[in-house]
């Protein structure tokens, strides 16, 4: 088994671009490991507008289709595969696959991004996948003309609310303050758009249903006053967690240094505390979690792993 220039865990913006920035800058053995489709958590996405150059109506999976093409052109290879350990010892990084075969490595770029948060409420996992939602573009066309509540006062949340007005009766929006997280343009379009309605200072207490799925929610107020909507479906957009599970060791310790968000400690060379791993995209401390800037991580870090691996081996 040949030992890879560089193994890039994870297929989204930024490990993409990892890829694209290697291999075209010469590294010939570079293997991309990825669980899932590549693209990553903006394939969910039922809009774009901010990424440069891209102008009209796209989804996020549109935006994303022709990446892995791109890569491979220049001589990425892809693996779908879930990651469980990244372990170094000495100069050689170890990657340790879930069917429990392995692939030595000799420089890392991490970018396995973040996944949506549960927000905690009664039923919430009970109704997952039967009502109850995290995304808009998978499960809204389930609701055309009916009902719906979203859960959640940032981008996330305001975007897909718009997007789940377009094909839903109404949406009420509920959060849990009375100012929002989203950018000032977004909050506008909201206030502008008849069928959304806001529910401020309320957080979900329960969803309810029966073996067909969800019938309703309970919400409660600051005021500790309740209210029942009766809807069908609930999305919830409530943050992320950062995926940092490969970070860990069989001993529990992280691989690498982390703050205490779970985030990894990176320089702005996307340099890790570890000789040779590189941090990119959403799982990176004080990411700004756009798609350009994780593209904009994954070429920085690539360009850094090409010195590293001339000088290591050379
Ligand atoms: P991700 O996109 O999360 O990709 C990580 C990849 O790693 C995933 O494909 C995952 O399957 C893989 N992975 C994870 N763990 C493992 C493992 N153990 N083994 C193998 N593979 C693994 N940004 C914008 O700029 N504009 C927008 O309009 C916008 N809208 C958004 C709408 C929604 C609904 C969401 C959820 C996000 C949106 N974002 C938007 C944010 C944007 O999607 C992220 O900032 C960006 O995708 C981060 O890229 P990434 O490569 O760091 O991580
Ligand atoms: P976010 O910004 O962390 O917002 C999460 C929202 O959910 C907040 O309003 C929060 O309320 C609320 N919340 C958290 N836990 C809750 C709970 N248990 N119950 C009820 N409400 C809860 O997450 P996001 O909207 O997914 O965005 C993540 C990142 O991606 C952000 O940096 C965002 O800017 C970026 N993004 C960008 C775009 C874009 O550029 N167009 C689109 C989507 C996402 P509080 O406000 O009270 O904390």
């Known amino acids: 088994m040949s030992i890879l220039d560089c193994a890039i865990i994870g297929g989204g913006p930024a490990g993409l671009t990892a890829g694209l920035y290697t291999t075209r800058g010469g590294l010939e053995n570079v293997t991309m490991f990825e669980k899932g489709m590549p693209g990553g958590q903006i394939t969910s996405s039922s809009e774009i507008e901010n990424y440069p150059g891209v102008t009209g ?28 350990r990244i372990s170094k010892n000495d100069d050689i990084f170890t990657i340790h696959k879930e069917d429990g075969s392995t692939q030595d490595a000799h420089s890392v770029i991490i970018g396995t991004g973040s996944s949506p948060r549960r927000a905690g409420f009664a039923g919430e996992d009970e109704f997952f996948g039967r009502g109850v939602s995290s995304c808009a573009t998978c499960d809204g066309f389930f609701y055309k003309n ?8 940032g981008d996330t949340a305001l975007e897909e609310a718009l997007y789940l007005a377009k094909i839903c009766s109404k949406v009420y929006l509920v959060h849990r303050r009375d100012t929002f997280r989203s950018a000032p343009n977004t909050v506008e379009r909201i206030k502008h758009t008849e069928n959304i309605e806001l529910v401020l200072n309320s957080v979900p207490d329960e969803v309810y249903g029966d073996k067909m799925g ?16 009766s809807v069908p479906g609930v999305f919830t957009f409530v943050g992320n967690d950062v995926n940092n599970q490969t970070l860990i060791q069989e001993d529990g310790t ?23 791993l590189y941090a990119t995209g959403d799982m990176r401390v004080e990411a700004p979690k756009q798609v350009v800037s994780a593209a904009g991580d994954g070429a920085v870090a690539a360009l850094q792993v090409i010195s590293y691996v001339d000088e290591l081996l050379n």
């Open 57 to 84: 109506d796209i989804t996020g999976m549109d935006l994303m289709m022709p990446w892995p093409e791109q890569c491979q052109k220049f001589g990425l290879k892809h693996e779908m595969v879930n990651i469980i």
């Open 146 to 153: 009916k009902e719906v509540v979203v859960v959640g006062g």
């Open 214 to 229: 969800v019938t309703g929610i309970k919400v409660e107020n600051n005021n500790g006053e309740i209210r029942d909507i």
């Open 254 to 276: 992280f691989l690498c240094d982390m703050n205490k968000q779970g985030q990894v400690l990176v320089n702005i060379s996307m340099k890790t505390s570890v000789a040779g």
